[in-house]
């Protein structure tokens, strides 16, 4: 499967973004996907995922309740909607697709797309 994330940008702290991440193939819905972020100077940490149908899903702590992953197995696309946006959300952002669900270790990794956040 080829990830391709797309929606980052540039908003000030409270403001939203949501973030697009189109799949290639006829197998999405086999996958599990997930949303990791990347800020400077620091690890990848994982920031979301959702079940295969979309039926569940799982958040980091620094984003319950202000990020939602969500995906349309008919558009090959999950998204993220960002709320509530805060400095320390800056980071570049990726997709990526796993056939298990429920884990941190994601098999398929798209292209980062940049978000920054401004104070």
């Known amino acids: 499967v080829q990830l391709q994330a797309s929606g980052g940008g540039l908003v000030q702290a409270g403001g939203s973004l949501r973030l697009s991440c189109a799949a290639s193939g006829r197998t999405f819905s086999s996958y599990a996907m997930g949303w990791f972020r990347q800020a400077p100077g620091k690890e990848r940490e994982f920031v979301a995922g959702i079940s295969w149908s979309g039926g569940m899903t799982y958040y980091s702590d620094s984003v319950k309740g202000r990020f939602t992953i969500s995906r349309d197995n008919a558009k090959n696309t999950v998204w993220m909607q960002m709320n509530s946006l805060k400095p320390e959300d800056t980071a570049v952002y990726y997709c990526?697709?796993?056939?298990?669900?429920?884990?941190?270790?994601?098999?398929?990794w798209g292209q980062g797309t940049l978000v920054t956040v401004s104070s």
């Open positions: 990526a697709a796993d056939p298990r669900y429920g884990g941190y270790e994601y098999r398929y």
